[in-house]
T-cell receptor, first 115, second 114 residues
Framework: DTEVTQTPKHLVMGMTNKKSLKCEQH?????MYWYKQKAKKPPELMFV???????INESVPSRFSPECPNSSLLNLHLHALQPEDSALYLC??????????????FGPGTRLTVT | GQQLNQSPQSMFIQEGEDVSMNCTSS?????WLWYKQDPGEGPVLLIA?????ELTSNGRLTAQFGITRKDSFLNISASIPSDVGIYFC??????????????FGQGTILTVHP
C-alpha cells in the first residue's frame, strides 16, 4: 500500500481564519514532507520531518506551522494567510531515512483558496 | 531553489505516437524519479532509477539513468489519451546531508490528440 491521505480536499479561508491541513500515511515511513504547488509548476518543499522531528524548514513564513503528532500523522496549521498562499498543498512520505530509498509518495493534496 | 533542466516544456502529439523527455543537471544524482500529475491531484511515482546506466520499464514507459549521473530520460510508447498530464523528473543529490530532499524539473505538459 503506497497511499497517503490528505484532508480536506478543498479549503476556502479568510485571511483572519485559523485552519489545519491533515496528512496520514500507513506505510511505516519515518520521513514526511509538506510541499506547496502553484499551477503547472513543480512542488516547492516547505518542511521535512524525520523521526517526528523537524529536519528542514525552507524559510517558510511563520503563518504556516507544521506539527508531527506521531509517525503516521502530519499537520499544517494555517493562520493569517495571504491571498498569494492560495495553492495546492501536498503531503508526501518516504522510506528514507530508514532505508537509502529516496522515493516520495504524495497524497492527493488540499486545494487552498485564501479570500 | 535549484531546479533540474527538463525539456521539452510542452508537447502536443497524436494518439499512437511515441514521446521522449529528459532532465539534465550540473550536479550528480544518486536517484532519479519520474512522476505524472493529473489536474487537481498529487504526483504519482511512475519509475525510480538507482544506478548509472540503469534502464527500467513500467508498461509503455521506459526510463534511463544517464551514465554521467547528471541526466535521465523518459520515453512513452504508443501514447493514449490518458497519458495527458504533467510529467516531472526529480532527483536526489549524491553526497552531503540531504534529509531526503528532491530536486524537481519544471515539468513537461503532455497533450495527446485522439
Amino acid at each position: 500500500d503506497t497511499e497517503v491521505t490528505q484532508t480536506p480536499k478543498h479549503l476556502v479561508m479568510g485571511m483572519t481564519n485559523k485552519k489545519s491541513l491533515k496528512c496520514e500515511q500507513h506505510m511505516g515511513h519515518r520521513a514526511m514532507y509538506w510541499y506547496k504547488q502553484k499551477a503547472k509548476k513543480p512542488p516547492e518543499l516547505m518542511f521535512v520531518y524525520s523521526y517526528e522531528k523537524l529536519s528542514i524548514n525552507e524559510s517558510v513564513p511563520s503563518r504556516f506551522s507544521p506539527e508531527c503528532p506521531n509517525s503516521s500523522l502530519l499537520n499544517l496549521h494555517l493562520h493569517a494567510l495571504q491571498p498569494e498562499d492560495s495553492a495546492l498543498y501536498l503531503c508526501a512520505s518516504s522510506p528514507w531515512p530508514m532505508l537509502r530509498n529516496y522515493e516520495q509518495y504524495f497524497g492527493p493534496g488540499t486545494r487552498l483558496t485564501v479570500t | 531553489g535549484q531546479q533540474l533542466n527538463q525539456s521539452p516544456q510542452s508537447m502536443f502529439i497524436q494518439e499512437g505516437e511515441d514521446v521522449s523527455m529528459n532532465c539534465t543537471s550540473s550536479s550528480i544524482f544518486n536517484t532519479w524519479l519520474w512522476y505524472k500529475q493529473d489536474p487537481g491531484e498529487g504526483p504519482v511515482l511512475l519509475i525510480a532509477l538507482y544506478k548509472a546506466g540503469e534502464l527500467t520499464s513500467n508498461g509503455r514507459l521506459t526510463a534511463q539513468f544517464g551514465i554521467t549521473r547528471k541526466d535521465s530520460f523518459l520515453n512513452i510508447s504508443a501514447s493514449i489519451p490518458s497519458d495527458v498530464g504533467i510529467y516531472f523528473c526529480a532527483g536526489h543529490k549524491a553526497g552531503g546531508t540531504s534529509y531526503g530532499k528532491l530536486t524537481f524539473g519544471q515539468g513537461t505538459i503532455l497533450t495527446v490528440h485522439p
